[in-house]
């Protein structure tokens, strides 16, 4: 997909468990509208999306009467595979993101590659077993099915902190900032795939 031909895209997700759509658009100016039964999912999809710049808009209903585990992955893998469709063939992205996040007591190190490869690395120890009425292990739950779908080499390490809440929004915040790096787009290789296989794409 070259520069100019609008980097947007719609996805739906229907399961037995759950019912996600997710409209996105990469060169967007961080405007969101996210609606997933979660409270604090919500909170940080907001970040997301304004720290970005990419327009999110996320409706989600699920079976939260068992716990809030399929509805948050489903999510993560709707948002994952509309971020890959936007990006089309990857032309002319710089590819490569990385962001510090501080978040008061806490900082965070992202780094990613969009290539089309996907792999998570999660180093960030949450002590709490819930964060609010979220359990915190869904927290890594999230950021596998974002990678996965999304076609990005993550890495996520939480340098140091205390508070919880602190920790996780530096995470996404830090996504966010590495994010809008990665696929913005170079000036000096605008027509070329970033990749000396020619290609990016799995396999």
Not at 22 to 36: A, H, M, P
Not at 39 to 56: A, K, P, V, Y
Not at 109 to 134: C, H, I, Q
Request: aromatic content about 6%; hydrophobic content about 40%; some cysteine.
């Amino acid at each position: 997909m070259k520069q100019g031909s609008g980097r947007k895209a719609q996805i739906q997700r229907a399961t037995n468990e759950t019912s996600v759509a997710v409209s996105l658009d990469l060169d967007g100016v961080g405007n969101y509208q996210i609606s997933t039964g979660i409270g604090f999912l919500d909170h940080m999809l907001e970040q997301l999306s304004r720290h970005s710049l990419i327009d999110l808009q996320v409706e989600a209903q699920g079976d939260l009467h068992i716990d809030y585990h399929h509805t948050n992955e489903d999510v993560a893998l709707s948002i994952g595979s509309a971020v890959s469709e936007a990006l089309g063939d990857r032309v002319g992205i710089n590819r490569y993101g990385a962001a510090l996040a501080p978040m008061d007591e806490a900082l965070t190190r992202v780094t990613l590659d969009a290539s089309n490869r996907p792999y998570l690395v999660w180093r960030v120890d949450l002590a709490p077993p819930k964060l609010g009425e979220m359990d915190t292990e869904l927290f890594k739950e999230w950021f596998q099915a974002f990678a996965q779908t999304a076609g990005v080499t993550l890495h996520v390490e939480n340098l140091y902190g205390e508070n919880s809440h602190h920790i996780v929004e530096s995470c996404f915040k830090g996504l966010a900032r590495a994010l809008r790096q990665a696929v913005e787009f170079d000036s000096r290789r605008k027509d070329i795939i970033p990749s000396t296989k020619g290609v990016l794409r799995r396999g």
